[in-house]
Structure formats: structure tokens, C-alpha cells
């Protein structure tokens, strides 16, 4: 398994996907049930029964909910409160940028940000130790950098780190690519209002009152949004490598992400007996699966579900938004209160997976390699930096030893832990 190269979304877990056997997709659910399911076998919900303000529609709903996330980890979510004109607008807004220059797309290199944020080339990711087949860019929410910077550089005072994801995001100028930073930005507060939603029928589906997140997420959620391309990958008569993956088999790290996808294809999530089911594009909705967090904040109760993208041979390129909707950076990550469900652990959902892939504590050194920090910002820090380690070198100069290792510090003159080694 490669540590150094995993996008800062997805975890390191992803290597274990040849061996491991999570989630129950499309398991039967027991009568209680009874979602309509797509051809691949992944239900549909209807958050209309959310809004309706119908006691026992929302009862029903999420009892679907706890069904789903309790087995397969992944579900469609229609009738949701996000335009579809604007999903429409950010999915053609994806296609401009991606079909403009490269120059254009240069100048918003993500090397240029501090905040891991902007535009990365075809072959710059990894996952699992093998090239991500895409070319992405990458949005979170606008803020003041948190420090003055020095000669282009972050201070380097700036503690805890994970301080120094807030900043702006790089946008085009209208001139260049007509409304792209409206459209962005309105997808991204409809993104936010919407997941916080989902949040609050999460909280329901684990009997918890439905504000239960709300002091974690509601005022300043660190959420992460990508538009993404994926070019088909060229055929084996064509000289192109036919196991190319768009994003190599992985689990999502963060707490709830949400996927809207053209009409293509590709997404594929792991089931329970190790076949890899399609996750169809199905136009109005938005596929939502569990990221890792969540899954340890519910003791493994709530499945996060290895997936990947495998492209097509052809003309055609994909194009998706994966939106991750995660907490506050100061947010502590704390077991939820659900002891009657505490049977269920994240070692029974992952009969296979080496145990510190899945941590089912909060804090503690889940492996030598694999520290799981209480604070979500410091894990999300975490996961750049290991994912990224080009950038820190040039924008967090402090993180680095001489001999290339980097060390995640939660003060100035702390020993550290060791994030990423240089091979
Ligand atoms: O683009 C997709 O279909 C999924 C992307 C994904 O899983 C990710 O970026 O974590
Ligand atoms: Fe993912």
C-alpha cells in the first residue's frame, strides 16, 4: 500500500479493496423496506417525504434511511432542494472549464493554493499506489486566510493546522468562463443547505433528535467540493492501458458525500459478496454514500462503502461533482450515543479489512501510519498533506524535515507525527 498518495476526500483504506468484503448492497432488507430500486440494485429515497412535514411519511422515511446505511452504505436521494436547472448549469460549467485551454486551467493550478484548492492535471492523483485516470478541480468554502502570508508562504505559526485550510478558492474571471464563480458558489450554499438536511434525517434514522448535528455542521461546515473529468480511457489497440481506474477503489473519509453525475456511468460500489454493482446515473438525483467518519462516530453501525470509478472506452469523457459534506474544522469527532444498536461494529462490516484500515475509536494510533485524530480538521489536514505532499513542501515549509519526511505538529515546538515518508 502506498501512504503518500490518496486524495484528501478518500482514505488510505483504499488498497484494501482487493481483499476486503464490505457492506450488504442490495441486501433484502426485511420487508420493512420498501424503497424503489434502481436497476443496479441501489435504492432510491425520496427526501420529499423530509419536506412534506407528514409525521409518518418522515417516520417511513427514515426507517429506509437506517435500512440503507445500516447495509449498503449507498443510496439515490430524489426530490431533493437542489435546482435542477442548477445541477444542469454546474454540469455544463464543468464541461467548459474542462474543454477550455490549458493555460486557462493553469491558471488555477492548485499548486498555487495553500488551501490544496484549484485545478489538478490528468495523473496527479493516486489512489492505492496506482494513477487516478481524471483531472479535477477543487472548491471549499470562501474565506479569509487565516495567516499573513510571507513571501508566498503560509505563516508558519499557524496552529492547530488545520487553520490553515480556511482561505479563498481560485475562480475565472467572467471574461474567461461566463458565470463561473455564481454558478459555483450557488451550487455550493444549495449543496450545504441540502446536506444539512440529510444531516438532520440522519440524525432521526439513529433516533436522535434531529438537530443533533447542528452544533457541529450548522454554522461553518468544512465541506469539499470537486468537478471532475474523466476522459475515456484509450484502447489497448490504441497503445492505452485498459485497467486504468478514474479513481482507484477507495472509502470516502469524510462524513456524508453526495454525487451528481452526468449521464455516462462509471461509478461503481463494492456489495457484500465482493461484486463491484453499478451506480447508474439516474437524473435527478444525487448519489449519496457514507464516508468514514460517520462510521466511526456510529461505532461502525453506518457503513462507508469502498467505490471507484471505472472510465469508458470511446469518445466520450464523464463528467461528476462529489460534494463532501463535512463538519467545522474544530469539530471533535465523538461517539453518538446509540447503545442499543452497539452490537454492530465496524469489524463485522468489514470481515476482511486490516483492522487499522477501520478504526472504530476516535483517538487513538490505529496503526503506525494511520492516526486518527479527534479533531475532523486535523484528519482533514492529515489527508492533504499525506495526499499532497509537492504542496506542502511549498506552502508549509515548517512541516518538512530535512530528509523530505512530513510531520503534522499541534504546536510549534511539538515532536510531531510523521505524515508522510519520502520513498
Ligand atoms: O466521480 C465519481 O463518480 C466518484 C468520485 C469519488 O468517489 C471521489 O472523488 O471520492
Ligand atoms: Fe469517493
Known amino acids: 500500500m502506498v501512504f503518500g498518495v490518496a486524495a484528501a476526500s478518500r482514505s488510505i483504506a483504499a488498497a484494501a479493496a482487493a481483499a476486503a468484503s464490505p457492506s450488504s448492497m442490495g441486501m433484502n432488507a426485511g420487508g420493512i423496506d420498501r424503497a424503489e430500486s434502481n436497476e443496479c440494485g441501489v435504492k432510491v ?3 420529499s417525504a423530509y419536506y412534506s412535514g407528514d409525521p409518518h411519511k418522515l417516520k417511513d422515511f427514515v426507517t429506509q434511511l437506517h435500512v440503507q446505511c445500516r447495509t449498503t452504505g449507498f443510496f439515490y436521494l430524489q426530490n431533493h432542494s437542489v435546482p435542477q436547472h442548477l445541477c444542469d448549469d454546474m454540469l455544463q460549467l464543468a464541461r467548459k472549464f474542462f474543454t477550455s485551454s490549458l493555460d ?55 496552529y492547530p493546522l488545520y487553520r490553515r485550510l480556511r482561505g479563498p478558492n481560485q475562480w475565472l474571471s467572467n471574461e474567461t468562463i461566463p ?6 458558489e450557488n451550487f455550493m450554499l444549495k449543496m450545504s443547505t441540502f446536506s444539512m438536511e440529510v444531516m438532520k434525517c440522519i440524525a432521526l ?27 475515456p480511457v484509450p484502447e489497448p489497440e ?18 456524508l458525500s453526495f454525487l451528481l453525475q452526468d449521464d455516462v456511468g462509471g461509478l461503481q460500489a463494492l456489495s457484500k459478496d465482493g461484486n463491484w454493482i453499478d451506480v447508474l446515473p439516474r437524473r435527478g438525483t444525487f448519489v449519496v454514500n457514507l464516508g468514514e467518519m460517520l462510521q466511526l462516530a456510529t461505532n461502525g453501525l453506518y457503513l462507508a462503502t469502498m467505490h471507484r470509478v471505472v472510465n469508458c472506452q470511446g469518445q466520450k469523457s464523464r463528467y461528476s461533482v462529489p460534494f463532501f459534506f463535512n463538519p467545522r474544522l474544530d469539530a471533535k469527532v465523538e461517539h453518538i450515543p446509540i447503545t442499543e444498536f452497539s452490537n454492530a461494529g465496524s469489524k463485522d462490516a468489514y470481515p476482511n479489512a486490516p483492522v487499522s484500515n477501520f478504526p472504530v475509536r476516535g483517538n487513538e494510533n490505529c496503526g503506525a501510519r494511520n492516526k486518527i485524530f479527534p479533531i475532523f480538521g486535523d484528519n482533514a489536514f492529515k ?10 513542501k511549498m506552502h508549509h ?7 523530505g519526511t512530513i510531520v503534522f505538529r499541534e504546536s510549534a515546538g511539538d515532536n510531531g507525527y510523521v505524515l508522510y515518508f519520502p520513498s
Open 179 to 184: 458565470h463561473f464563480r455564481p454558478i459555483v
Open 383 to 392: 489527508s492533504f498533506a499525506r495526499s499532497h505532499p509537492q504542496l506542502v
Open 104 to 158: 486557462t486551467k493553469m491558471s488555477i493550478d492548485y499548486t498555487q493554493s495553500a488551501q490544496f484548492r484549484g485545478y489538478m492535471r490528468l495523473g496527479w492523483e493516486n489512489t492505492a499506489g496506482l494513477s487516478d485516470y481524471r483531472e479535477q478541480l477543487d472548491f471549499g468554502p470562501e474565506e479569509e486566510e487565516e495567516a499573513d502570508m510571507i513571501n508566498g508562504r503560509l505563516n508558519h505559526l499557524v
Open 45 to 47: 429515497l425520496d427526501m
Open 238 to 255: 490504441m497503445g492505452g492501458n485498459g485497467s486504468l481506474y478514474g479513481v482507484g477503489p477507495h472509502t470516502d473519509s469524510g462524513y
Open 397 to 403: 515549509p515548517d512541516l518538512r524535515e530535512a530528509d
Open 205 to 231: 434514522s439513529l433516533g436522535l433528535s434531529k438537530d443533533y448535528f447542528d452544533s457541529s455542521f450548522g454554522h461553518r461546515p468544512h465541506y469539499q467540493m470537486k468537478v471532475a473529468r474523466y476522459p
